[in-house]
C-alpha cells in the first residue's frame, strides 16, 4: 500500500522524536527500537536516493527537534530580550542536525542502487550502522562539532552495558546499538540474537567491573553546589552574597580534612584580575594544606584586555597556582563567529565573546594526583578531556547548566561526562552550580551525588583510576578499526 508522501514523511518525524524519548532521561528503550526500525524501513522503501535523504532528513528534524528542546529554556531566562527566538531557533537547529541521518539514508540508498549485493538483510543494516556512525562522527566535529545525544547514550540506565566505550568510544558503541535496535526490521530471528547479545554486553561489563567501594583511598575532595538560578546570577546585586555563600559552603564541617574544594563555572560572578582584592577572600575557600578549584571569569589586567572563561586552583595564601582558559567555546552562547573581523555583529547580537584558551592541560600541585580539568560543553567531545603528555589520574568538569533549569538538557550533559570517564578510564570529580554535582568513578558510575535544585557539599575520596583504556591509548583508530571490519564483512560478495 502507498501512502502519500506527506503522511510518509509525517510517520518520519514521530518515529525520530519518540527515538529521543529513549535519551536520558527518560530511557524509553522501546520507542527508540521503533524509532530505527521506522527509520530502517523508511529507507528500504525509498523509490530513489534522493527520497530516503529527505525521509531521513524528516527523521532527524524530529529527533534532534525533542532532543534538543531544553535549550529553549536558556532565552527565556530575565531578561529574556530574545525570548521568540527560542523556538524557531531550536527548530532551526533541528534542521540542521537531521542532515546527518539524512546523509547516512542517501548515501546508503545510493550505495544499494550501485552495488546490488549489498542489499541483503543483515548486510543492510550493518552498513547502514557504519554510515550512521560515520555522520554522526562528523556530527561532533564540523563547524566545531556538537557531539550532544549519540545513540549509545539509550543504555546510560544500564552501566554495564556502556564498558565497551572504553575499547571503541561512544561512536563504536553507537555502531553497535544501532545493529541492536534495528534487528527487527530484519526477523525474529535477529531480534532474538540482539537480546542475546545485550545480556552477554552486561554479562561482560559487569566482569570487568569491581564493586564500587574497592580500590585505594585518594585525597578528599569537596564538590560545592550553590543552586543559583541563573536568573539571580544576572542580578548585580546580589552578586556579592552569592560569592560569600561559595565561601560559607566550602568551609563547612570537615574542611581540615580536604585537599581541594571545587566551584562550579562562573560560580564567582565578577571577572578575577591580577591582584584583584577577591583572592584573599577566596583564599578562605581554600583548604590549610590545599586549593579552591573555582569557576570564574579571567581577566589579564590589561586596559582592552580579553576575558577567559577558567578555572583557578588558588591556595589558602591566596595564590594562584595555575589556570586552564576554556579551548571549545560554545558558538554563540560563549563566543561571536568572527566577532573580531567584524565587530558590527557582536553590536547586533548584544554580547561579547570570551578568548579561546590555548590547549588542554594536565596540572600537577603538590598534593594533589594530576589532573585534566574541562569546563561545561567540553566535556560532550569523546577524546578531548586531557592535556598532552602523561596520562592525569582523574578529571575535573566543572558546570553551569543553570541557563536550562529543571530540563532534560543537564542529565544529558551528566551522561555525557560519565561516558568521558568511561572511555579514559579516570574517576571525575563534577561541580554544577545548579546540578547534577557528582563523583563518577573510572566505570560511569555516580558514587555520590547532589540532584537538581539542591544546594550543599558532597565530601569523597578520589576514586582511583584503572588502567589505560584501549581507547584512552588509541583515541578514534579503535572506532576506525571496528568499522573497517564491518565494512569489509559487508563488502564481501556470497558465492552463488
Avoid at 594526583?369 to 596520562?391: D, H, K, L, M, Q
Wanted: charged letters at 15%; glycine letters at 12%.
Amino acid at each position: 500500500m502507498k501512502f502519500p508522501a506527506w503522511r510518509t514523511y509525517g510517520v518520519a518525524i514521530v518515529a525520530g522524536a519518540a527515538a529521543a524519548l529513549a535519551m536520558p532521561p527518560l530511557f524509553w528503550l522501546p520507542l527508540a527500537v521503533a524509532g530505527i526500525v521506522i527509520f530502517v524501513h523508511q529507507w528500504d522503501t525509498a523509490p530513489t536516493s534522493r527520497a530516503a535523504f529527505l525521509r531521513g532528513l524528516a527523521w532527524g528534524w524530529g529527533h534532534f527537534a525533542v532532543g534538543s528542546y531544553w535549550m529553549v529554556e536558556a532565552f527565556f531566562v530575565p531578561p529574556a530580550d530574545f525570548a521568540w527566538l527560542g523556538p524557531p531557533a531550536v527548530a532551526g537547529l533541528a534542521v540542521v542536525l537531521g542532515f546527518f541521518p539524512a546523509m547516512t539514508a542517501g548515501v546508503a540508498h545510493w550505495l544499494v542502487l550501485r552495488w546490488p549485493h549489498l542489499g541483503g538483510r543483515y548486510r543492510r543494516v550493518v552498513m547502514l550502522a557504519v554510515l550512521w556512525t560515520a555522520t554522526e562522527w562528523l556530527r561532533g566535529h564540523i563547524f566545531t562539532g556538537f557531539a550532544w545525544n549519540p545513540l549509545g547514550h539509550v543504555w546510560a540506565f544500564a552501566t554495564p552495558l556502556l564498558q565497551s566505550a572504553s575499547v571503541v568510544g561512544v561512536y563504536g558503541l553507537g555502531t553497535l546499538t544501532f545493529i541492536i535496535l534495528a534487528a527487527p526490521a530484519v526477523g525474529w530471528r535477529a531480534a532474538g540474537m540482539a537480546l542475546g547479545v545485550i545480556g552477554v554486553a552486561g554479562a561482560a561489563g559487569l566482569s570487568v567491573m569491581p564493586p564500587p567501594d574497592i580500590g585505594p583511598d585518594g585525597p578528599v575532595i569537596r564538590i560545592v553546589q550553590p543552586n543559583v538560578s541563573q536568573s539571580e546570577k544576572m542580578v548585580a546585586s546580589d552578586r556579592a552574597a552569592q560569592f560569600q555563600k561559595l565561601i560559607e559552603l566550602s568551609r563547612r564541617p570537615g574542611f581540615d580534612r580536604l585537599a581541594a574544594v571545587v566551584w562550579p563555572e562562573t560560580a564567582v560572578p565578577f571577572v578575577i584580575e591580577p591582584g584583584s582584592a577577591a583572592l584573599p577572600a577566596m583564599a578562605q575557600a581554600a583548604p590549610p594544606n590545599g586549593y579552591v578549584l573555582g569557576g570564574m571569569p579571567r581577566g589579564d589586567g590589561a586596559r582592552d584586555g580579553g576575558v577567559w572563561n577558567s578555572i583557578l586552583m588558588i591556595d589558602a595564601g591566596g595564590v594562584i597556582r595555575a589556570h586552564y582558559d576554556k579551548v571549545h567555546l560554545v558558538p554563540f552562547g560563549e563566543y561571536i563567529p568572527w566577532h573580531k573581523e567584524f565587530p558590527p555583529i557582536s553590536g547586533a547580537i548584544g554580547r561579547g565573546s570570551f578568548e579561546v584558551g590555548t590547549s588542554f592541560v594536565t596540572l600537577a600541585l603538590p598534593g594533589l594526583p594530576s589532573f585534566s580539568p574541562t569546563i561545561c560543553y567540553e566535556a560532550i567531545f569523546p577524546g578531548a578531556v586531557t592535556g598532552p603528555g602523561e596520562r592525569p589520574r582523574w578529571l575535573v568538569n566543572v558546570t553551569n547548566d543553570a541557563w536550562f533549569g529543571t530540563s532534560s538538557g543537564p542529565y544529558q550533559h551528566l551522561t555525557s561526562a560519565r561516558l568521558r570517564t568511561i572511555e579514559e578510564g579516570l574517576p571525575m570529580i563534577r561541580a554544577a552550580n545548579t546540578g547534577v554535582s557528582a563523583v563518577i568513578d573510572a566505570y560511569g558510575r555516580l558514587l555520590a551525588s547532589l540532584d537538581m535544585e539542591q544546594q550543599g557539599i558532597v565530601d569523597h575520596a578520589l576514586p582511583p583510576p584503572r588502567a589505560a583504556t584501549p581507547y584512552s591509548r588509541w583515541g578514534d583508530w579503535t572506532l576506525l578499526a571496528l568499522l573497517a571490519v564491518l565494512g569489509l564483512l559487508t563488502g564481501v560478495k556470497r558465492r552463488n
